[in-house]
């Protein structure tokens, strides 16, 4: 007959092991699945981009039960390393909570890829930010149950779409598309979450963002899986994209950068919505070259340089070689919100900017 301490010691010998496989089976994640394209990427004149051929797929698993779903590479000219925005999806037992969309035109294969890991009711959603690529699908999705959360500002910048760029009227807004969960940035309290939710054994925060991308950002952290996704105001294929016309701005991006050392920690994966996944300390370069940037193109403007001008002295030469996805048409599109922002920036009205004209 085993004595007592012999019991105990082999009780406390099985749960160590069971322990240790718990922690091994955390320590695994996140599995990368398919990685991003790094290309170069070329298309011929007048490609059109071939939804039919464009497939959705689990890209990467964060946790057992949080996925990030995106698109195929080389297909999309305005994403060609994966076409569209990342969507990332956790699902269990209290249905499924969506972060954005994917494109209009794909929402069927979406789904079909949410479908290939679970049959759960697809419950919540939430939109990072205004763009088609990120909030294609939501009347699709809304009609499969979900209840949309966001901003306010993206709200109203969906129920007032702008004019075409021919002068007519946008068409009226897809109501079902339209978040009806509404939540406003605090400038009082950056980082702290608008909404959480418990669900799946996952605690979710909607934290509002300010303007940064756009002026309707939100980024979403799940605690338990210690991941952050970061929306777009953050890349690294191709050069930053401040949508100022939409209300964000360069700076704002600054802002956004520096919020991270408040709501991450050191191993927080950091999930874009283009580009590779990375941690906080990998933001730190982006915002340099930031920083950098805005000095010399406030100099040269300053100067009296012309667009034209600053847009030739190539200020981005000596990031172009650690740039993946680096075009001209990306650098020149960077180049010139900063000159923009730099001097007669104007202020956002109702979420918006009319910002200048270029020839």
């Known amino acids: 007959m085993m004595k007592k301490p012999a019991l105990l010691f082999l009780s406390l010998v099985a749960m160590a092991a069971i322990c240790s496989v718990g922690w091994a089976q955390r320590a695994e994640y996140p599995i990368t699945v398919i990685t991003p394209g790094k290309g170069p990427y070329t298309f011929p004149p007048g490609y059109q981009t071939p939804w039919d051929k464009i497939e959705i797929m689990v890209t990467a698993k964060m946790s057992p039960n949080l996925f990030v779903l995106h698109g195929s590479e080389g297909l999309d000219p305005a994403h060609p390393e994966a076409s569209g925005g990342r969507a990332m999806v956790l699902f269990g037992p209290d249905g ?13 294969k979406t789904l079909k890829a949410i ?15 205004i763009h088609g690529d990120h909030t294609g699908a939501n009347a699709f999705f809304a009609k499969q149950g979900a209840l949309i959360y966001s901003q306010e500002n993206l709200r109203n910048e969906m129920l007032r779409p702008p004019r075409r760029a021919s002068g007519q009227p946008a068409p009226a807004p897809d109501m079902a598309a339209v978040p009806v969960g509404i939540y406003n940035y605090n400038p009082a309290a950056p980082g702290q979450p ?9 605690t979710v925060d909607f934290i509002p963002m300010m303007p940064s991308h756009t002026a309707g950002d939100t980024i979403v952290r799940f605690r338990k899986a210690n991941v952050i996704y970061i ?21 704002g991006m600054l802002d956004a950068v520096d919020l ?3 709501v991450a920690g050191p191993n927080t994966t950091l ?35 012309t667009l034209k001008e600053v847009l030739a002295a190539n200020l981005t030469a000596p990031y172009d070689k650690t740039t993946q996805g680096d075009t001209q048409q990306s650098k020149d599109r960077f180049i010139t919100e900063v000159y ?9 009205v109702d979420g918006k900017r009319t910002m200048p004209a270029h020839p």
């Open 96 to 108: 499924v909570l969506m972060v954005d969309t994917e494109n209009r035109q794909v929402a069927e």
């Open 115 to 129: 479908r290939s890991f679970t049959d759960a009711p697809i419950k919540v959603l939430v939109n990072t930010h």
């Open 194 to 202: 608008a909404i959480t939710f418990e669900m799946n054994g996952e």
């Open 231 to 251: 929306e777009d105001f953050y890349r690294n294929f191709g050069y930053p994209f401040a949508d100022q016309a939409n209300g964000g701005s360069i700076r």
């Open 260 to 262: 991270f050392e408040k």
């Open 271 to 305: 999930i874009p919505g283009h580009g590779t996944l990375v941690k906080k300390n990998d933001l730190l370069a982006y915002r340099a070259m930031l920083v950098d940037i805005l000095a010399k193109v406030t100099t040269l403007r300053n100067q009296g340089k």
């Open 340 to 348: 923009d922002e730099v001097k007669d920036f104007p202020p956002v």
